[in-house]
């Protein structure tokens, strides 16, 4: 029970690494955050809000690491996340 209220928090602030305005601080936290939602997972494997969540934080991570190296077209900014 605990793990799927845990696990519907996490599920619910997936828009805070979004809106961060510190790429950098994003790209250091994400790891933890990441091997955290997975751990949930193991516990409950079948929360739908976690599975989204994780799958939609890994490919987020493994775009901003390794996609996007160069400035943003649109805001020139490292690291951006606005897809341009």
Known sequence: M???KLGDALAGGATTFASDDDPELVKAAAPFSLKLMESL????????GLLF???SGFTQYA???KWSSGPCTRSGRKGCSCLA
């Open 2 to 4: 605990a793990v799927n």
């Open 41 to 48: 997972m193991t516990e409950s494997p079948n929360h739908k």
């Open 53 to 55: 969540a994780t799958a």
């Open 63 to 65: 775009f901003r690491t």
